[in-house]
DNA sequence: TATTGTTATACTCTATAACTATA
DNA sequence: TATAGTTATAGAGTATAACAATA
């Protein structure tokens, strides 16, 4: 059990409300909560049910039937029936939810730009490889 | 306008999301959300009304309002007038938000260590204070 | 007049429990 | 029986608008 030094601790929190700051400021343009964005990023690439939906977001099946209500009302999502499994529906984007997701990113990408734009390509290689390594664990070389 | 590679925009996106996951896991413990343990940070060190406590919290005052009745019907802040000035009122930790602030301050310590652990003195310290500057700024020498 | 704070109201977001329909 | 999803309900969290009290 290890504990991280105060600087490290109050560098990672205060970091971490600075990128969901940014998160909510690119919603915010379109009246879309943080969550709501995830379901997008989510929904763009993969085929998926509400029920793994709700595993990818944590959050109980009953909540992610109102979010997806909620995004379908506003022409972003859809719901189509599982051709496999007569219980489940699939979620997709809409074209809409399609250029939204896509400006969202993009963006973000742009905002994380400038705050990372002080960073030399040596510093932004070793950000980026130490951030990925506190999220997937050490590097595992293959 | 810069716009950040992919894999650093991925990077600090998730590293975000798994910090917020800590702060999330440490304050459900105690039926609290992040907002709740950042309310209950901000007074742990300041002497502050709540229209100053909406501008570090990025709420409405009426948001605020709802905020400390909630966690003062818990019994984890007080309101008390301010001396100076009679419309003000400061917002105080009991001993009992005391004491959650500071457990709940080491298990995130706890918890971001952990997520760390892997990291030897050098990458530590390079992280922190990358981490520092995106937060802040590039480094601003006296 | 401006500021501090609360109240009333409405909506989003969330979980729990109970339910329907399908597997 | 188990799983996928919805509905009903209750509460937290948020903003806007209107308000009272003080500066």
């Known amino acids: 059990m290890s504990t991280a030094p105060e600087a490290t601790v109050d560098a990672l929190v205060q970091l971490s409300f600075a990128i969901q700051r940014i998160l909510a400021t690119v919603g915010a343009e379109r009246e879309l909560s943080v969550v709501q964005m995830r379901l997008l990023g989510i929904v763009r690439d993969r085929r998926i049910g509400m029920a793994e939906l709700g595993l990818h977001l944590g959050l109980d099946k009953s909540s992610v039937t109102g979010l997806v209500t ?4 506003r022409g972003l999502v859809q719901r189509s029936p599982s051709p496999d499994d007569g219980r489940a529906v699939h979620v997709t984007l809409t074209p809409l939810g399609r250029a939204w997701t896509e400006q969202g990113a993009a963006e973000v990408a742009a ?21 990925e390594s506190l999220v997937s664990g050490p590097a595992t070389p293959r």
């Open 70 to 73: 909620r995004a379908e009302r």
């Open 111 to 131: 905002a994380i730009g400038e705050l990372t734009a002080h960073l030399d390509a040596d510093q932004r290689t070793a950000l980026t490889s130490l951030a």
